[in-house]
């Protein structure tokens, strides 16, 4: 972690921490971002390496010379980690602190599918590395531990009064850190993001475990990874922190919940402090407009709080929603009133808001956006707010009624089963304006933060839930195989008429013999699917299944594919629209073996694609540049129907045509059509796995296909862009006949 890949990220860890002034401190880490933040918070720092941390030389001369000596994620980078700990506390002051951080093999990451940073691989660490080699284990330069190990070594290194605590989402982006011995009384799943370093192998929903783990007592062992604060001295009893190290500097802040009833929300720089000026300011002017909210007061860089042992209102509501609806319209109906009565209304907002309409609603000259669920307990009596950030003049209510209804659900099917939201969305009136709504709620969440590296940072480590189905969409084709193993010569049965349906066809209609299209839902039995009419499963009986191959393109396909193997047949394939096949280039190289060719030219197989309209002496140019640097050349060509949309005009030359004075150039090797719905270069580089692609150099710096460009490489091709012949072209030719010179 450096601060140019994440900025204060990788200080949350330590940022909540209390550490006294005019103390010394030792980091070993490999770069500078903490010791960095320690220095401004007036520590005076020294930063060394582990190696460096080691030396004779320096352990002599620094023996109980620091206050404190923090280590995060660096234990599991020692060879020796005993030795390492045993050295590190020999450098501490009678009374002084190791803070050590560090992953867990056993967190709840790795059994998402999270790859082992030691190893590269997936369940590696799960594994114990029991796989692995013995002695390569004892060599490796890298490896994580679980708790028992942990605690194991600073038993033996006497380390033997300590606190720990379990962090989320990951040490190096610590947000949420929770004191062994308690358990979150809230939905976590609503606050922790989880964070990944190889997003393409995550499998399961990391976020919607958390509720099983604390109600099963995993939650502390499974944890992501610890901190373990060891010292002599008595500990601050804190039970839980929460670090808003990912948003702006203007709203970073910590909250800490100590036991006894305290809360404290710090600030982590000058910047936000003035955020919690305005926390204390709104939460007093809720209570003056007769909103109950949690008593606050700003004291130094500190809001401090009295803990509330109230319900946390989310989850009062969706236990409702379980077991009383009445109960639950009751509660909601009053929430959006507590929002409405949070401040005067606008009048005449026409006059004062652009393009405001009826649909709009009511305008609230002082909106608290956050006025929301998770920003609430629930006493027994009523709803107590927290934590009133922002707020937002001559707004609209139903913006925030609507992020009301959203938090309750959160997305979650089972929720909507009981009673849709669309119940709320109608009963307040807001279903008209919905995308208003939705869009609103995103711009309050991406105003949060608008730092372009922690922007980059989050998107880089965060995994969707359609990314995970489409992980665990891989791992099916894997495990069924490869759609193409023994299609060649065979009748082929595509079953579905979707989308990857849609692609398979288009791709694939002029390579193999499609002899049908098959779906399971009656409506759509004798419709069209192209060119093709869809047929019920039952044609399949009659089919020869010997000479025959069934290929599923959906997207959930085990039901169809046991009743495939129900029905006896051996021969199926299941199609994903999303994965980059192999085999088109092996096809092409026994092509070229079989033609004798033994040129070895900068690049196999090239790709150019465009219409090719009225054939002159330009296209004529770019095939000789392209054939010279490529062994096998494929030229692509638009479709009359792409020429229309794509350019807008009419081609002058029909496709048939076209595309046949492009096969007989000397240099193309293969003329191929382009699918319509399918033209771009990603699609084209999954069915032909070219080397290259040739452009014309007057896209040379366009920004979509310098994207293009960057994707190519990312996968092992290039993109090369030519000079256009000067004297001719296309468009000059047209101009000519169109001024009826030609």
Not at 201 to 228: G, K, S, W
Not at 282 to 293: E, V
Request: charged residues 25%; negative net charge; aromatic residues 12%.
């Amino acid at each position: 972690m450096t601060a140019e890949t994440a900025g204060g990220l990788a200080t949350g860890i330590i940022a909540w921490y209390d550490f006294k002034a005019g103390t010394e401190a030792l980091v070993i880490a490999g770069d500078s971002v903490l010791s960095d933040h320690l220095a401004g918070r007036g520590i005076k720092t020294r930063s060394l390496s582990i190696a460096e941390s080691a030396r004779d030389p320096f352990l002599k001369a620094s023996c109980g010379c620091f206050d404190y000596v923090i280590a995060i994620g660096m234990l599991e980078k020692c060879r020796e980690p005993l030795l390492m700990l045993k050295h590190w506390g020999s450098l501490l002051k009678a009374g002084g602190h190791l803070l050590l951080g560090a992953e867990n093999r056993l967190g709840v990451r790795y059994f998402c599918g999270e790859r082992d940073p030691a190893t590269g691989e997936v369940f590696q660490g799960i594994e114990h590395y029991h796989h692995k080699q013995p002695e390569s284990v004892k060599v490796m330069k890298h490896r994580l531990y679980a708790k028992s190990e942990l605690t194991a070594f600073l038993d033996s290194a006497g380390f033997n009064s300590r606190s720990c605590y379990s962090v989320f989402p990951r040490l190096e982006s610590a947000r949420f850190i929770y004191a062994e011995d308690y358990l979150p009384n809230e939905d976590v799943s609503m606050r922790i993001v989880p964070q990944y370093d190889s997003c393409g192998t995550v499998m399961i929903d990391e976020q919607h475990l958390y509720t099983d783990l604390i109600e099963n007592r995993l939650f502390h062992q499974m944890a992501n990874a610890f901190l373990f604060d060891c010292s002599s001295e008595t500990t601050s009893g804190i039970l839980s922190v929460t670090v808003s190290a990912e948003r702006d500097e203007r709203l970073r802040t910590a909250t800490v919940i100590r036991a006894g009833g305290t809360v404290e929300k710090r600030a982590l720089t000058d910047a936000s402090l003035e955020n919690l000026r305005k926390i204390e300011e709104n939460l007093a002017y809720l209570k003056s407009r007769g909103i109950q909210t949690v008593p606050a007061g700003l004291s130094g860089h500190s809001l401090s709080m009295p803990y509330i042992e109230g319900q946390p209102a989310v989850q009062y509501l969706r236990d409702l929603l379980a077991s009383d609806r009445e109960k639950l319209i009751e509660e909601m109906d009053h929430f959006r009133d507590l929002i409405l009565k949070s401040s005067p209304r606008v009048e005449k907002p026409e006059n004062i808001i652009p393009g405001y309409t009826e649909a709009d609603g009511i305008i609230l000259e002082k909106a608290f956006v956050d006025m929301v669920p998770i920003n609430a307990f629930y006493s027994g009596e009523d709803f107590v707010f927290i934590d009133q950030e922002f707020c937002f003049e001559n707004y609209p209510a139903n913006a925030i009624i609507f992020r009301m209804v959203a938090f309750l659900y959160d997305l979650n099917s089972d929720r909507m089963a009981l009673l849709p939201q669309d119940f709320f969305f109608d009963r307040y009136g807001i279903s008209a304006n919905m995308a208003k709504w939705i869009a609103m709620s995103i711009d309050f969440a991406k105003s949060l933060c608008t730092d372009e590296k922690l922007l980059r940072y989050s998107t880089q480590h965060t995994v969707s839930y359609n990314r995970i189905e489409a992980n665990r969409r891989k791992l099916d084709a894997h495990v069924i195989g490869d759609c193409f193993s023994g299609i060649t010569g065979k009748n082929v049965y595509i079953w579905g008429c979707g989308n990857f349906a849609s692609k398979f066809y288009a791709f694939y209609k002029n390579d193999f013999t499609i002899a049908g299209i098959v779906d399971s839902s009656s409506a759509k039995w004798g419709t069209m699917f192209h060119d093709k009419p869809v047929s019920p499963p039952r044609i399949l009986n009659d089919c020869d299944r010997k000479n025959s191959k069934v290929i599923i393109c959906m997207k959930d396909f085990w039901e169809v594919y046991l009743q495939l193997q129900d029905m006896g047949f051996e021969n199926i394939g299941v199609y994903d629209a999303n994965r980059i096949y192999d085999g088109r280039q092996g096809a092409v190289s026994c092509l070229l073996r079989r033609e004798g060719n033994t040129t070895r030219k900068k690049y196999r197989v090239g790709y150019i694609a465009g219409v090719f309209d009225l054939f002159h002496i330009g296209h004529l140019n770019m095939f000789r540049r392209a054939k010279d640097l490529c062994d096998y050349l494929i030229a692509a060509v638009v479709t009359d129907k792409g020429v229309r949309d794509g350019k807008k005009r009419e081609p002058y030359i029909p496709f048939e045509e076209r595309i046949e004075m492009v096969r007989s150039c000397r240099y193309v090797d293969e003329a191929v059509e382009i699918p319509y719905d399918y033209p771009g270069t990603v699609e084209a580089f999954q069915k032909y796995h070219f080397d290259v692609q040739f452009s014309g150099s007057d896209y040379v710096n366009h920004p979509w296909w310098l994207e293009q460009q960057k994707w190519l490489r990312e996968h092992g091709a290039d993109l090369v862009f030519f000079p256009y012949t000067e004297q001719t072209s296309s468009t000059k030719i047209k101009a000519l006949i169109e001024k009826g010179l030609l």
